[in-house]
């Protein structure tokens, strides 16, 4: 069964995406991948958050990066995990680092595998079919060579953090290239998540 869990910000709706799971807390392994932050100046507080977040709720976790590991290299790191946890930061950055790796075949594959796919901010837009909507509010000269527009698991374009005074301003600048024909956009707040079970998706108000 296909299961996917994308937020805006995942450690905020935590406690909401568990009441979906199958089993307790403490019988899943998180493969936790902290590459999107890589490509962000500062102290990474939200990586901090996310992590701490699981940790405090019952999950065993162990954190990664994939930037320049191969793809044999990941497929070890995955091989006792059930749940691939992706945190925010540059979505460019991340998208990139993805394909370079090869990390989107796996991918794939484990979610279609019954591995649970989780994915906060950057985390969740690689889920979908399009990054480039917003391109003003991540910096998208990190991956000046990305070939890519989304891993296209879902066919749906995740708009994070919608609503936030912050990025009231970027998302304002960036309308235009969201102003588009045939694409699905979904603006998602800070306490919202999609829950995607096999086939349908949910938008879930944590």
Known sequence: MKQLFLASSANSVIKDIIKKLDKATSEYNVAFINTAAEAEEGEHWWVKAEKEALIENGFKIEEFSITGMSKVEIENKLIDKQIIYFCGGNVFYLLD??????????????????????????????????????????????????????????????????????????????????????????????????????????????
Not at 144 to 156: E, F, H
């Open 97 to 206: 680092q993805i394909i370079k790796t090869n990390c989107d075949e796996i991918i794939k594959n484990k979610i279609e595998n019954g591995v649970i796919y989780m994915g906060s901010s950057a985390g969740a837009m690689v889920a979908g079919i399009r990054v480039d909507l917003v391109a003003t509010v991540d910096d998208r000269s990190k991956a000046p060579n990305l070939t890519s527009t989304g891993l296209g698991i879902i066919d749906i374009a995740i708009l994070p953090h919608w609503g936030m005074k912050d990025l009231h301003d970027e998302y304002k600048k960036g309308f235009d290239a969201l102003y588009i024909e045939n694409v699905k956009i979904l603006p998602l707040s800070n306490n919202q998540y999609v829950w995607v079970d096999d086939e349908t998706i949910n938008v879930i108000q944590g």
